[in-house]
């Protein structure tokens, strides 16, 4: 069992300890070491084929460094583009622009590399970036214990707002669709991401869409991935419409995963579930209202409040009693797991669109350049959380 005041780092950080220092539990000095080695591997294979380049020096690990400051900088100054710094317009930045000069900037992006040539037994779409993701991913596991309720969603990474409102329709169509998502479970009482799962929307590989057609089984595959190291520890996984089924449900029990989430007749899979309760009584009914139906653990919940909602849970008992308060409204009956879910999604929903802001917005055409940059703006994310629970941050903001 979780114990509700156990959640947090797992290691205590020196009152002194930098900004950076949180940054590199999850990107340490090793893995910037093969960016530079695998960047030189690319460039000089690169080289080889397609021609001498004279401007072209080795990277070392202190330019690379910088040259993630420059890219993590757009995540403050949302700018369209990061030459931009040393531009002499609204964006530029005279204090950063002269650690390295645009050229060689240039130069280190287009050799960029995490993973420079494939290897024989590769099938994965993501090669290039696994390494890092995995690294990421231990980083994430051994700096934290997260607490026992997690939200299982994707995160808001689409474009920034404002560039959207501001641009063309042509610069919008020329703007190529995400060919992947991005699907995370995270922490409701600190919004610390624990699991990052990325699918490739295309791609003939076993996980590829071409094999799974049904939406459903592409979400029950994404929720147990994102589950494979949660069981036995007696989580609460809080879920939307697209993943909430009563077999996967069933089925994350026996791992003593709890689940409670939001059903919806469109985007749910409904199969085994009683369809007297997926259709909405002819009666008319009053805020607050709900029927219940139960088989074992699981009860399937149908509650009104100016529309009728249904929730499927084995993490909470469907008499115990919770309340909603509304503003305007004041407080309407509902049981606890409605509570519970409204509560820690909320939280989620504010947490995000507080750090969607945050993330960096250089958007590279390569699939795998995308994911490794959202990777590092949650990287950052976490570090930052990190960061505001030690006693690094009463000692220096």
Not at 20 to 46: E, G, I, R, S, W
Not at 245 to 272: A, H, M, P, V, W
Not at 336 to 355: G, N, Q, T, W
């Amino acid at each position: 069992m979780v114990h509700p005041d156990s959640c947090g780092p797992t290691r205590k950080m020196s009152p002194t300890a930098s900004v950076m220092d949180f940054f590199q539990l999850f990107v340490p000095d090793n893995v910037l070491k093969n960016m530079v080695v695998q960047t030189n591997m690319y460039a000089k294979k690169y080289q080889e084929r397609f021609g001498s380049d004279d401007a072209w020096v080795d990277v070392t690990l202190t330019e690379m460094k910088a040259f993630l400051g420059y890219m993590i900088s757009t995540s403050i100054h949302h700018c369209e583009s990061v030459l931009s710094i040393w531009s002499s317009g609204f964006y530029s930045n005279k204090s950063i622009a002269l650690i390295m000069t645009q050229t060689r900037f240039e130069k280190i992006l287009k050799y960029f590399h995490i993973v420079a040539f494939r290897s024989s037994q590769t099938t994965h779409g993501l090669y290039k970036i696994q390494p890092f993701l995995d690294s990421l991913q231990n980083g994430f596991d051994s700096t934290f214990r997260p607490s026992q309720t997690q939200v299982l969603h994707e995160p808001l990474i689409d474009e920034d707002p404002i560039f959207i409102a501001t641009c063309t329709e042509r610069e919008l169509r020329k703007r190529k669709k995400r060919k992947f998502s991005l699907w995370v479970r995270q922490c409701s009482s600190t919004g610390f991401i624990c699991q990052i799962y990325v699918h490739l929307k295309e791609g003939s590989g076993a996980d590829g869409l071409d094999a799974l057609k049904n939406k459903p089984q592409l979400h029950s595959m994404v929720a147990k991935s994102l589950c494979q190291n949660a069981s036995g520890k007696n989580y609460i996984i809080f879920t939307g419409p697209s993943i909430t089924s009563l077999n996967l449900f069933e089925e994350f029990e026996k791992q003593e995963i709890y689940c409670c989430g939001l059903l919806s007749s469109r985007k749910s899979d409904c199969t085994g579930l009683p369809p007297s309760m997926l259709n909405n009584p002819d009666a008319p009914q009053s805020r607050g209202q709900y029927r219940i139906k139960m088989k074992g653990n699981m009860s399937l919940i149908c509650w009104y409040n100016k529309g009728h909602f249904r929730f499927l849970t084995n993490a909470y008992s469907p008499v115990q009693q919770g309340v909603i308060i509304k503003r305007k409204s004041g407080e309407i009956p509902c049981p606890l797991a409605v509570e519970a879910f409204a509560a820690h999604l909320s939280y989620i929903c504010r947490y995000d669109d507080k750090y969607s802001k945050y993330f960096i917005s250089h958007k590279p055409n390569k699939t795998w350049q995308q994911v490794f940059w959202f990777a590092v703006s949650i990287a950052i994310n976490n570090a930052y959380i990190l960061y505001k629970m030690s006693d690094a941050y009463h000692v220096t903001r």
